[in-house]
Each structure stands twice: as structure tokens, then as C-alpha cells.
């Protein structure tokens, strides 16, 4: 259900793309490491989810190391979730420059 849900932001992500380059203030740069960072964010989460189902399948047939594969789960999908939300404060950059670094007040514009 995550990997589904996850991958149908995909899409949206070249065709929002292809909307805001043209914007003033937004660098290929800014779409890329956005992109990028969701990529990253999504694999993990794919990791993430793929450890769960796993993790399941021990519970289920009371497996020795069940819990340690629980544990593993929690922090691979804790990491998957500060990637996303990284990833998230990128595309933000990119709509908003108001919070990107260095970005000026309206009266140093």
C-alpha cells in the first residue's frame, strides 16, 4: 500500500517540473536536488515497507529475531520519513523562495 501510494507522486513530479522551470527565481538545480532527494526518499521507503511485510511474515510464524527485525523497520522507515520531508523542504525552496538560504528581504531585492 506505501510503494503504491508513494509512487503516485511520481508523475506529478515532471509535469510540475516542466510548469515551474520557466518561473523566474527556479534553477534547474533547485528541481534536480528535489528530485533527487525524492527519489532517494522513495527507494527507502520501498525498503521500508518491504522490511514490514517481512517483518509480518516472522511475527506471524513467531521467529526468533522478529523483534530485532521490528526495530530495523522502525529506523529504516524513521529514516524514510526524514528523507521524504527533506525532500519535501526542497520543492518548498522551489515554489517559495522566501526560504531558501541567502534569499533577500524585498527591500535588498
Known amino acids: 500500500m506505501i510503494p503504491h501510494c508513494a509512487s503516485s507522486a511520481a508523475p ?4 510540475a517540473a516542466l510548469i515551474v522551470k520557466d518561473m523566474p527565481r527556479v534553477s534547474e538545480a533547485l528541481i ?10 522513495y527507494y527507502v521507503l520501498v525498503g521500508a515497507a ?3 511485510l517481512l517483518c509480518g511474515l516472522m511475527l506471524r510464524q513467531q521467529a526468533p529475531r522478529a523483534r530485532q527485525m521490528a526495530w530495523a523497520t ?7 520519513f526524514g528523507l521524504l520531508a ?3 523542504k526542497l520543492g518548498g525552496e522551489i515554489h517559495h523562495p522566501e526560504i531558501r538560504e541567502g534569499f533577500g528581504t524585498p527591500d535588498e531585492l
Open 12 to 15: 506529478a513530479g515532471s509535469g
Open 74 to 80: 522502525l529506523a529504516v522507515a524513521a529514516v524514510s
Open 32 to 41: 534536480r536536488n528535489h528530485a533527487n532527494a525524492a527519489r532517494l526518499g
Open 50 to 52: 518491504t522490511l514490514a
Open 86 to 88: 527533506r525532500s519535501a
